[in-house]
């Protein structure tokens, strides 16, 4: 038996799931992808081939994501890559990563 509060979460997810469809798949995704396939026209394109050796069961756990979202590896590792960088950025800017660099350049700039 539903209650009301599962009813009202079947609402809200199908709600996003028809929100974001709309949002991604305006993107043009499968319209690039189409493009990469063809050779000649992928050849025009600012784009540079990302390689990793990785565990097969990292590859197949990706391939099932993949498979199971229905969207492209190259789109799932862009998006993936993207987040990954931004975090990185983040991360990097809290611990100040360079403070004892800029101190020794500031120092040495003092001593001149």
């Not at 996003?16 to 025009?44: C, M, P, R």
């Not at 990954?84 to 101190?103: C, G, H, K, P, Q």
């Amino acid at each position: 038996m539903e209650t009301k509060e599962s009813k009202i979460n079947h609402f809200d997810q199908f709600i996003q799931y028809k929100s974001l469809d709309f949002k991604y798949s305006s993107s043009g995704a499968k319209l690039l992808d189409a493009i990469l396939e063809d050779s000649e026209k992928s050849e025009k394109l600012p784009l540079k081939n990302v390689c990793a050796k990785l565990h097969i069961d990292l590859v197949e756990r990706l391939d099932k994501t993949i498979n199971n979202l229905d969207i492209s590896k190259r789109v799932f590792i862009e998006y993936a890559i993207i987040e990954a960088l931004n975090r990185a950025d983040e991360i990097m800017s809290e611990v100040d990563m360079t403070e004892f660099l800029r101190d020794q350049h500031e120092a040495n700039e003092a001593q001149s």
